[in-house]
């Protein structure tokens, strides 16, 4: 497989190049104004499809053959694009039967990208001749160092109804299921009587009365996936027939719900992504914590690249807020924190017309005369002094399970609450443990658990029988899983799992629920300690002596009083969600204090082997006793962590790098930090302080 792309040193900085919407006597002013800004490496020709082949079959590349010439003069490398995500008009004009359907049947109009079907052979054939006559092309240009395949695949098009998808689809369901008879039982089609004949019967699930399928609307997202991978191989091999460069595409984790990364992981050379700061957020630091690990963990741990950012406001959310002083520069670094050997951003210079001329760049329609523009100078300096974190990787002993197919499942229609929803609850115990300055990683419920101590599943509604094997193996060898309610429901065709709930998790968990009690809009229930016998609280802990087990195991009433846990004290409330809750070898941890399901057990404890497994039956928050919970749980799986911080300060250490970020307005002073300051050359000799929305870097 190739490497990594080759640049001269140190971090890749720069971002989307798009000289063709300019007169030619502005490039000039823009490769030196790289210079200055310290970039190395932009992306080119993402959108130009149109310029370089105006015609069928008839290629001209004088414009981009002189983009790159200068570019190389400048010492600028160039992460060339193939321009396949915005096909010219005369393709779709030639070719109307590539028009992207929607799920009612409309075909969309043209004048956007991503205006095609993915499983349109004549995309497909029209698609390929112009990657390879871009590759053939430029293979050996000296600006090379890396392509850039499409444009963020799944953005409008992750779905298509057209004929062409419907016989593809049938032809994707042929390979899976071998007959009929297979797919029938698969789906369940005895309800309702929707029995399959043939494979010709099966439609695309277009609109339709409610109650579809549900394995017919999963089944569909996975051929959908997998129609956008094909598009990207078949892009990929014909670029390989004539370079051995790193190929990637930009993905958009976490926001692009339709795509499986997890499955899109193994086809790129560097995992690149594309994240933009949502603004309407309290916290949005918090978010993009959590898709720079998340893309992290989708690359395997290894170094991956962020290939888009804002340098200040986007023009598509309802509100777009310009980034506060210093948020731009806090926000590339934690990216960096968190495992990106890049600092990428939409775009070089802003542009004068379309849809995204208020989205901010590096070169804002104020010119540099501006701050954004002495924000990208001296950014480009503080990547200029972290070329030795290149490379290294990030290290965490808490890992949360994401599954997109889960994500997709728990969504889907008729479910017992409107509130049920996938990125919520992750989201929760995401920023509790983020508070809590501990650093994670994601996984997939069948990946290797063994590096962790604790295991976080608060949205495993879809679960097949081997992840949930695997997550029960995790646990008797030691390992500790936090669950949250309506998890190891279904298996990966949506059917119920027999018996009780939490059906492939009830083992692991010690519990058994009788039955759902979902709660009202805005209605909570309170929760607290357990105060009768016989719900399972009174279940010794461990038939092991006290004396030989390690203290993070020990009963809470033996360990010292610095690591006694603080969730059972009163005042914890839960919403969205209650259940009945019968324990089956776990012990009571909490209470329902009030509610449907009064007395009986909200969160519980199953020791099991040599682990634990927890469960929580409500919806807990930070602030209404989920960050104590998550508290209590780290403390007993014994994760180690900073204590006696502020939560706004973001702690991470990649390798000997330790990045401390400050999001709040006050300064705040960090002891026990030794080393070598990076961006200000400062000597620490036992604490560091941190300016009001300040970074500071530490060799230690």
């Known amino acids: 497989m190739p490497g990594y792309p080759v640049l001269p040193e140190g971090l890749a900085y720069g971002g989307d190049y798009n000289p063709e919407q300019w007169p030619e006597q502005v490039w000039r002013e823009d490769v030196r104004l790289m210079r200055e800004a310290g970039v190395n490496l932009v992306t080119v020709g993402v959108f130009n499809w149109g310029l370089i082949e105006p015609q069928e079959g008839e290629y001209d590349f004088s414009r981009l053959d002189r983009i790159l010439d200068l570019l190389h003069s400048a010492g600028v490398y160039a992460d060339l694009a193939t321009p396949t995500s915005s096909p010219p008009t005369w393709f779709r004009r030639r070719y109307p039967g590539s028009r992207l359907v929607d799920r009612e049947g409309h075909v969309l109009g043209g004048g956007s990208r991503h205006s095609f079907c993915p499983s349109s052979p004549d995309y497909a054939a029209a698609s390929e001749r ?25 953005w409008a098009n992750s779905h298509c ?47 339709a009365p409610v109650g579809l399928l549900t394995g017919l609307q999963l089944d569909f997202m996975r051929f959908s996936v ?69 893309t992290r963990s989708v690359a395997g741990g290894r170094p991956w690249m962020l290939m888009e950012h804002s340098t200040g406001a986007v023009n598509w959310q309802p509100r777009n807020l310009a980034k506060r002083p210093g948020e731009m520069r806090r926000n590339t670094l934690a990216h960096v924190a968190r495992g990106s050997d890049s600092a990428m951003f939409f775009q070089w210079r802003a542009s004068r017309y379309g849809a995204e001329k208020f989205h901010s760049a590096m070169v804002p329609h104020a010119g540099t005369d501006s701050q954004i523009w002495r924000d990208v100078v001296a950014l480009g300096a503080d990547l ?29 229609e008729w479910r017992p609450s409107a509130d049920l929803r996938f990125r919520e609850r992750i989201e929760a115990y995401y920023e509790a443990l983020w508070r809590e300055h501990v650093t994670v990683d994601f996984v997939h ?37 936090l669950v949250s309610y309506f998890s190891g429901i279904v298996d990966e065709n949506d059917t119920i799992h027999p018996g009780p709930y939490p059906g492939a998790l009830r083992e692991v968990l010690g519990v058994a629920v009788e039955e759902f009690h979902p709660l009202r809009e805005h209605e909570t229930v309170a929760l607290r300690p357990p105060k009768s016998l016989g719900l399972g609280s009174s279940r010794p802990e461990s038939s092991q002596p006290e004396s030989s087990r390690p203290e993070s195991s020990r009963p809470e009433s033996s360990r010292p009083e610095s690591s006694r846990p603080e969730s059972s004290k009163p005042g914890a409330t839960g ?38 497994g927890w469960y929580v039956s409500t919806a807990m928050d930070a602030e209404s006793g989920l960050r104590d919970l998550v508290a ?48 200000d050359d400062a000597a620490y000799g036992g604490s560091a302080t941190v300016p009001a929305g300040g970074v500071v870097v530490v060799r230690t």
């Open 130 to 154: 112009v990657v390879a006559a871009l590759a053939a092309r430029y293979a050996g240009h000296p600006a090379l160092a890396m392509w850039h395949v499409h444009n963020e695949y799944g």
């Open 161 to 207: 109804y057209c004929p062409a998808s419907a016989e593809a689809f049938r032809a994707w369901l042929r390979d899976r299921y071998g007959d009929v008879g297979a797919l029938n039982a698969a789906w369940g089609t005895t309800f309702w009587g929707l029995i399959y004949g043939a494979f010709e019967e099966v439609d695309p699930p277009a609109t």
């Open 226 to 294: 997998d129609a956008h991978i094909a598009c990207f191989r078949r892009e990929r091999e014909t670029i390989r027939r004539f370079s051995d460069l790193p190929v990637t595409t930009n993905f958009m984790i976490p926001n692009c719900k339709p795509m499986d990364y997890w499955r899109w992981a193994a086809e790129v050379d560097v995992v690149a992504n594309d994240h933009y700061l949502d603004s309407a957020r309290a916290d949005p630091h918090i978010e993009l914590a959590m898709a720079a690990d998340l």
């Open 384 to 412: 200029g002094r972290l070329a030795g974190v290149r490379g290294a990787r990030v290290a965490a002993e808490v890992a949360v399970v994401w599954d997109w197919e889960s994500y997709w499942a728990l969504e889907l």
């Open 445 to 481: 419920p069948s990946a290797d658990l063994s590096p962790y101590r604790l295991v976080v599943a608060p949205s495993s509604y879809l679960l097949g029988e081997a992840p949930a094997k695997n997550l029960h193996r995790y646990v008797e060898a030691g390992g500790h899983l």
């Open 575 to 612: 919403r969205i969600w209650s259940e009945r809750v019968r324990p089956a070898g776990a012990r009571t941890v909490q209470e329902f204090a009030d509610g449907p399901d009064a007395g009986h057990p909200a969160v519980t404890r199953h020791d099991l082997g040599a682990g634990s």
């Open 632 to 679: 209590e749980v780290l403390d007993h799986a014994g994760v180690s962590r900073p204590r006696g911080l502020p939560d706004t300060l973001e702690l991470v250490r990649r390798g000997d790098h330790l990045f401390l970020i400050n999001h709040a307005d006050a300064p705040v002073t960090v002891d026990g930090v030794t080393g070598a300051g990076v961006l």
